[in-house]
């Protein structure tokens, strides 16, 4: 009783009014003669087998025209997962690293490492998370809760053939909870380490005509506050005298989160689907500070507010199906305490900071997406698909205050108190750009054994013109224990508006000429069921990418540096995945990642990501009791970018112990999860030349405990 005085009254009386779905309920709206594609194909092959990211609809995992992973809600039970970023580093050939600032996740996927990460994609039920700043999910992300994750769909590789910019080095869709996938209302509350506490409620069931899934989950943390021992200040203090470093200091990585959910379906029209979502993160911390220099006071709050409406897979007349979309995104970002780029008693040549050299971004933006496709059945052996779509992304609100101003050599001159520059010198002036696109794929299934699947998506943007990306794939049935896929495909990623229209800053000047990013990947992949219980899968891949964004110093103004497409790269690696059912009660799986990256201008490691990457997981289900799993991860090998003389990053291997009631105990069910037991010493790379030059620290050992009741 006492979660449910935490939680809005409103949802409470809808959790009171509605009743939970029968048993046998299969999808929202849905009987059992109203089942899914995705659906039928799961009872067929069972969930984690089938994977619709790869083209669009549902098909089984092995045949898809992709390299893909699928994890499921049981599987992230089963890992005493407890937040996103644990799910995802299990994925091959997929590594997570951290920025400075605000400690942001990077989700590097074969070996392709930027400042902010723009080159993944991440979906949310298909809708992108994009922020239009930075070009990924937003520096105050955040991640989503897991216990309302139904499943993640991950494509590594190109992807903009189906969804266009950004799939450039991989694809992440999260599938919430729907109303077929909660039993009834459930309860429940976790804390651990690191003052960490939450708690949320979330009902799968019917009101009236509707099937309904809702979800609210509040928590809090105080962050771990591991050291860092030297930061961006520490070198500034050598150059002037000064004794302005907060290090060595704690990383600031608190945070204060809410999140809500709303699934709504028509029992009697169920291809039609309306979701609602809201994020909100406050007092979010700094990290190592947004300047690479600490920043113990600084707080930020991001607000993400989400609806889509879906309209799938309709029968309109005799071999041909459509579907239709429609969503909108605002998101805003707000700094509630002044950044200190850095902290009070920072001197510059043009002057002393007492209170700190202080910046203060704030952005507001919304996202309309709009988008159809067809179907046609009727030709013997194809799946013919076209499809279009129309994106306006409007960043409507920009604010600028700060304690400085630049001068003509680029130079920051303190002017006193904190005050509002946003017309007089914004770091961005509000954009918007529209994207037009058109998209036709064909899934052709030549022989009994033989599918070859051909894609194309042109997208028309409103700033920088148009880019066509195609996609080609063979898969063929060798043997019914062996499949075995050839794969090409070209991706691109749009320039974000900070790369393209950012102003007043002679550090990083926006370059409104900049194309996007390109890359052409190439893959081999094999999946043979080695025996009744063993499952292995191999992928070897290539890609190479041009027109990189870069920030390339001003040569005639003497300082700073303007964003260009300059550098290329290209790389080449495997991915080696097993499942492994040693018993009844036992099963092991692990995955062994190997990549080279290399800058082609200085024939060097590209740098940061590492170049070895193993991860395993062993399940034992104790009959009566649960499950206990335990689980590895090494990464390895990571090298510094060209230009870093720093010894490389140094290796790491971490141990997690998990447990896991599940449904044992009736109505209840608890977890207890053990994160990096042996306490190793974890950090992620820190930017080149080392402004923070002993890396970012990762938390120590933790614990986290967490208990659910349904009623």
């Given at each position: ?119 993944m994609l991440m979906l949310q039920n298909g809708v992108p998370m994009t922020t239009l700043l930075t070009g990924s999910r937003g520096t105050i992300w955040g991640g989503y809760p ?196 850095s902290p009070p008693g920072t001197r510059f040549p043009t002057g002393l900071f007492p209170d700190g050299f202080i910046g203060h971004p704030d952005t507001s933006e919304r996202q ?170 191999l992928n070897l891949y290539r890609h190479a990418m041009q027109d990189i964004i870069r920030g390339v110093p001003n040569a005639q103004a003497g300082t700073g540096a303007t964003f ?148």
């Open positions: 009783m006492r979660l449910l005085t935490c939680l809005p009254a409103t949802l409470i009386a809808l959790l009171g009014a509605a009743q939970p779905l029968p048993a046998a309920a299969a999808a929202p709206g849905s009987g059992q003669a109203h089942l899914s594609e995705e659906e039928e194909l799961a009872q067929v092959y069972g969930d984690k087998s089938s994977v619709s990211i790869a083209t669009g609809s549902a098909q089984p995992l092995r045949r898809a025209p992709a390299v893909a992973t699928v994890i499921t809600a049981e599987d992230i039970a089963a890992m005493g997962a407890t937040g996103l970023d644990q799910v995802l580093e299990t994925v091959p050939g997929m590594h997570v690293a951290r920025a400075a600032i605000n400690y942001e996740p990077l989700y590097i996927a074969r070996g392709i490492y930027s400042v902010n990460n723009p080159q897991v216990d309302h994750i139904a499943r993640i769909e991950i494509i590594r590789g190109p992807g903009s053939a189906l969804y266009g910019a950004d799939a450039f080095s991989g694809v992440i869709n999260i599938v919430t909870k729907g109303p077929a996938d909660i039993p009834g209302t459930q309860l429940g509350a976790g804390g651990g380490s690191f003052h960490t506490r939450e708690a949320w409620v979330q009902h799968g069931g019917k009101l009236g005509p509707l099937d309904v899934a809702a979800y609210v989950r509040a928590g809090n943390a105080d962050g771990a506050r591991s050291l860092v021992t030297a930061d961006a200040q520490s070198a500034r203090d050598k150059v002037f005298g000064t004794r302005a470093s907060l290090a060595p200091g704690p990383v600031n990585t608190g945070y204060d989160a809410v999140d809500a959910h709303l699934d709504l379906a028509l029992a009697q029209w169920p291809q039609l689907r309306l979701r609602t979502g809201y994020q909100l993160r406050y007092n979010a911390g700094t990290g190592a500070g947004v300047a690479s220099a600490l920043d113990p006071v600084g707080k930020e709050r991001g607000e993400r507010m989400l609806a889509d409406l879906g309209w799938t897979d309709a029968a309109l007349a005799d071999n041909w199906s459509a579907g239709a979309a429609a969503s909108v995104m605002q998101y805003k970002q707000r700094i509630t305490t002044d950044l200190r780029l309309l997406r709009l988008s159809a496709h067809a179907t046609y059945h009727g030709w013997t052996g194809h799946k013919l698909r076209l499809g279009l779509g129309h994106d306006d992304l409007d960043m409507y609100h920009t604010a600028t205050f700060k304690n400085y101003v630049f001068n003509p050599a680029g130079v920051p001159v303190p002017t006193g108190p904190v005050i509002d520059y946003s017309q007089i010198q914004p770091f961005l002036l509000p954009q918007r750009r529209t994207v037009n696109y058109v998209t036709a794929q064909d899934e052709w299934q030549f022989a009994r054994d033989w599918a070859l699947t051909a894609g194309v998506r042109h997208d028309r943007y409103s700033d920088f013109g148009g880019t066509t990306n195609p996609r080609l794939a063979v898969v063929w049935d060798a043997a019914l224990d062996l499949t075995a896929k050839l794969l090409y495909g070209r991706a691109f990623r749009a320039p974000s508006f900070n790369e393209q229209y950012g102003i007043n800053n002679p550090v990083q000047r926006g370059n409104p000429a900049l194309q996007p990013e390109r890359i052409g990947t190439l893959e081999a992949a094999l999946a043979w069921q080695a025996g009744q219980r063993l499952q292995l899968n260009q497409n300059t550098g290329n790269q290209h790389g080449k690696g495997l991915e080696l995945e097993a499942v492994w059912e040693a018993a009844r009660t036992v099963q092991v799986a692990g995955s062994y990642a190997w990549q080279r990256s290399i800058d082609d201008a200085s024939g060097q490691d590209a740098g940061y990501a590492p170049r070895h990457h193993l991860n395993g997981r062993l399940d034992w289900r104790v009959p009566g009791w649960g499950m206990l799993s335990a689980q590895f991860n090494r990464v390895a090998d990571r090298r510094r970018a060209p230009g870093d003389t720093r010894p490389k990053v140094p290796d790491y291997t971490t141990v997690d112990l998990a447990f896991s009631t599940g449904r044992l105990l009736r109505h209840c069910e608890f977890s207890l999860a053990l994160r990096n037991l042996f306490n190793a010493d974890v950090r992620e790379p820190s930017l080149a030349p080392g402004a923070i030059p002993n890396d970012l620290p990762m938390a120590p050992r933790a614990v986290q405990v967490r208990a659910a009741f349904t009623l």
